[in-house]
């Protein structure tokens, strides 16, 4: 079965090929850029609905798999957003490093006699309505505020060799932001200089270096010491 | 309401209080996890919740209001401290299950007077 199957495809049936291509095509097409009005409901119902089940699962293998679904449509949201760098970002460092590394920690530690650790069914109703409160607090707040005002102006700068929002324009802009300049100073007359990031972005990178290195210390295999004799 | 034919143009898909819902909804999760877990691991899952929370803020403020690109680069920074945050927390974790053969949070009290 499988001989002829390869054979038909070394044969080169064009049509089978073409109508699978045509498929993916159009499957791609339809989560493609632009968003549509739905996907931006669907992501964030799913991204909503996945850190729910993060708390609400009681394993710990569960919860990391709960929380890759809910960073990964959180990334799609910063996609609908415009912004595209954070959102590949976003999957690249959160969902394919961050989480990985607390699979790690989680198969690294998820033997022994405690297996499942439960919080009492009493503590989790009083966090439920706790969680309800602070929700409600929250959200009455951000809804009180008339975010019109602070409506974005309309025209944007967007200067020779700076793509369109369709294809992603935050790359350049946000790479020249961290070397401490703005694309809006390019060829303008005022002699100012907008302030960068060059120094966060700096004290960020060493500060990631110095963790990484004391993680490695403080996470390396013990070597058995010799039994220390006492001087005196 | 002039202001709504200047931005008529590029009328949003979502607006902003859909993405302030969904950020809301994500840090009281990440708040509640960090509360009741009671597996060290679990509370980061929290951590990284409530980080994801405010960051997904940052970028719809961006993107809805005059913060313009200085939100997404706060973002950014925020998701590089997280991943430090997460490598220093899981080599405590470690640590800690090294030395007690658990990761339950409500055992790690000898520093209490």
Redesign the interface.
């Known amino acids: 079965m499988i001989w002829t199957l390869g054979a038909a495809a070394e044969a080169g049936e064009p049509g089978l090929w073409a109508k699978f291509l045509g498929l993916l095509a159009s499957v791609v097409d339809a989560v493609a850029w632009p ?3 739905g996907t ?2 669907v992501f ?1 119902a799913m ?2 609905a996945c ?2 089940a ?2 609400v699962s009681q394993n ?1 293998v569960r ?2 798999f709960w ?1 890759i679904l ?2 990964a449509a ?1 990334g799609a ?2 996609f ?4 595209d ?2 959102g590949a ?2 999957l690249l ?2 969902v394919g ?2 989480l990985v ?2 699979i ?3 198969m ?2 998820a033997s ?3 297996l499942q ?3 009492k069914p009493g ?2 109703v009083l ?2 309505v ?3 409160a ?2 409600g607090v ?2 009455s707040s ?2 009180s505020v008339d ?2 005002k ?5 025209e944007k700068a967007v200067g020779i060799g700076f793509n369109s929002p369709a294809e992603g324009n ?1 790359t350049r ?2 790479g020249m ?2 070397l401490g300049a703005n694309p809006k100073d390019i060829g303008s007359q005022k002699a100012t200089l907008s302030p960068g ?1 060059l120094l ?1 972005f700096e004290i ?1 990178s060493v ?2 270096l110095v ?2 290195i ?3 210390y ?2 390396r295999a ?1 070597r058995q010491k010799a039994p220390v004799v006492d001087p005196t | 309401m002039s202001t709504t034919d200047q931005v008529a143009a590029n009328v949003p898909a979502a607006e902003l209080n859909t993405y302030l819902f969904i950020a809301a909804v994500l840090f009281v999760c990440g708040i509640v996890c960090m509360a009741t877990k009671r597996n060290a691991i679990g509370v980061l899952m929290g951590v990284e919740l409530v980080l994801n929370g405010a960051n997904l803020n940052f970028v719809a403020f961006a993107r809805f209001t005059r913060l313009g690109l200085d939100g997404q680069v706060v973002s950014l920074f925020v998701i590089v401290l997280a991943a430090a945050e997460a490598a220093i927390a899981l080599a405590i974790a470690l640590n800690f299950y090294n030395n007690h053969l658990t990761i339950d949070v409500d055992r790690a009290d000898e520093l209490k007077g």
């Open positions: 968003f549509h009005e931006v409901y964030g991204a909503v850190a729910i993060v708390v710990v919860m990391a929380l809910s960073l959180t949201l910063f609908s957003l415009n912004a760098f954070v970002a976003q460092i959160y490093g961050t590394l607390l790690f920690g989680v690294l530690t022994g006699p405690f650790i439960k919080a503590e989790m966090a439920g706790v969680g309800m602070l929700l929250i959200l951000a809804i975010w019109d602070h409506a974005p102006s309309p935050t802009e946000l932001k961290f990031y966060p960020v500060h990631l963790v990484l004391g993680a490695a403080l996470a013990k």
